[in-house]
């Protein structure tokens, strides 16, 4: 991390700077944790009802997670319903 104000070297999560006694503002550090996550764009294909619950719980908090865990688990929703449509259909056809 840099401070903002004088450049210097400081510590991660430091409230404020060891040279100049800058303030460190939390919004830089907040943002980068809103990032497009890969990682939970799998999850919530994998488990769309998860998938949903991200989205609700970090729409306001972090919109991009949001987003690609929304969309994540929206594709898994899809593949679900193609991979079981054929299935139901095989066992209706079974039955009938
Ligand atoms: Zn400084």
Known sequence: MKCSDCGGKIPAGAKYCSYC???IKSVFEE???DAPSAGFALL???IP???FVFFLVWKKK???KAKY???GALIGLIAMALLLVPSMYRLWKLFF
Request: aromatic share 12%.
């Open 44 to 46: 919530s294909y994998l």
């Open 62 to 64: 972090y919109p991009l």
């Open 69 to 71: 865990s929304g969309i």
């Open 49 to 51: 009802p998860a998938g």
């Open 21 to 23: 006694g800058a303030e």
């Open 31 to 33: 943002k980068s944790m």
